[in-house]
């Protein structure tokens, strides 16, 4: 199993540090401490799958694309 930093896993899902953070703040996007914040791979492609097709522009306010 593959981890990644929070800057690799903006990168991965092509979007801002700031972005992932808040993400993992409203536990959409799963990650562990480990001196730093990490994202496991499976938590990647669970986030995906878990909101393909919606529009996250506003976590607030989650709609269906």
């Given at each position: 199993?593959?981890?990644?930093?929070?800057?690799?896993?903006?990168?991965?899902?092509?979007?801002?540090?700031?972005?992932?953070?808040?993400?993992?703040?409203?536990?959409?996007?799963?990650a562990?401490?480990?001196?730093?914040?990490?994202?496991?791979?499976?938590?990647?492609?669970?986030?995906?799958?878990?909101?393909?097709?919606?529009?996250?522009?506003?976590?607030?306010?989650?709609?269906?694309?």
């Amino acid at each position: 199993m593959k981890i990644y930093s929070v800057e690799e896993t903006a990168k991965i899902i092509k979007t801002s540090k700031e972005m992932v953070y808040k993400l993992i703040s409203k536990k959409m996007l799963v990650a562990l401490k480990l001196k730093s914040l990490k994202v496991p791979e499976y938590a990647i492609e669970e986030f995906f799958r878990n909101y393909q097709f919606m529009d996250l522009s506003d976590l607030e306010s989650i709609k269906s694309m």
